[in-house]
């Protein structure tokens, strides 16, 4: 009896992950492609760009230490892993679509985007799972940047 018992749990464990599958919110693969096409890993993911996107998908959006340095200061890409861990899906939404960020964050496309979008652009983000540690913090433009950057020229007058 034991034996029958312990073949049917090992049975429904086996198939537990292609139910958890049926089960997943289809809005994670929605947001995957999103994050893909929108350019998002093209400065949030480290050496995406560089590698002509081959980096494994377990550390994409977890930020980067290379600065964007110009007229405004440094800026640097937001670990979005470590960030949307701290909103719920509508306070993500709504800063969104107020998002107002310096260069060359291209906030105007994130407000631009529709709720849906946003929305499973979030889940896939919280279904990537927190990783990494936070972005280094702006740098007024007074002060010089210790580490890699891409220099933008000031913008013609």
Same mark, same amino acid.
């Given at each position: 009896?034991?034996?029958?018992?312990?073949?049917?749990?090992?049975? $429904?464990?086996?198939?537990?992950?292609?139910?958890?599958?049926?089960?997943?919110?289809?809005?994670?693969?929605?947001?995957?492609?999103?994050?893909?096409?929108?350019?998002?890993?093209?400065?949030?993911?480290?050496?995406?760009?560089?590698?002509?996107?081959?980096?494994?998908?377990?550390?994409?959006?977890?930020?980067?230490?290379?600065?964007?340095?110009?007229?405004?200061?440094?800026?640097?890409?937001?670990?979005?892993? $470590?960030?949307?861990?701290?909103?719920?899906?509508?306070?993500?939404?709504?800063?969104?679509?107020?998002?107002?960020?310096?260069?060359?964050?291209?906030?105007?496309?994130?407000?631009?985007?529709?709720?849906?979008?946003?929305?499973?652009?979030?889940?896939?983000?919280?279904? $990537?799972?927190?990783?990494?540690?936070?972005?280094?913090?702006?740098?007024?433009?007074?002060?010089?940047?210790?580490?890699?950057?891409?220099?933008?020229?000031?913008?013609?007058?």
């Amino acid at each position: 009896m034991k034996k029958k018992i312990c073949l049917a749990l090992m049975a $429904l464990g086996l198939a537990a992950p292609a139910f958890a599958q049926q089960k997943a919110d289809p809005q994670v693969n929605r947001g995957r492609y999103l994050v893909k096409i929108g350019g998002c890993n093209d400065c949030h993911t480290a050496g995406y760009a560089p590698s002509g996107g081959k980096v494994p998908e377990a550390e994409w959006l977890a930020g980067d230490a290379l600065g964007w340095n110009g007229p405004w200061g440094t800026t640097y890409a937001t670990n979005l892993r $470590l960030y949307m861990q701290e909103l719920t899906e509508d306070q993500w939404v709504k800063k969104a679509k107020t998002l107002s960020a310096r260069p060359p964050m291209p906030w105007f496309n994130v407000q631009a985007m529709s709720a849906s979008d946003l929305r499973a652009m979030y889940r896939y983000v919280r279904h $990537l799972g927190p990783a990494g540690k936070p972005a280094p913090a702006y740098l007024p433009p007074d002060q010089a940047p210790t580490g890699p950057v891409v220099r933008f020229p000031a913008p013609p007058k």
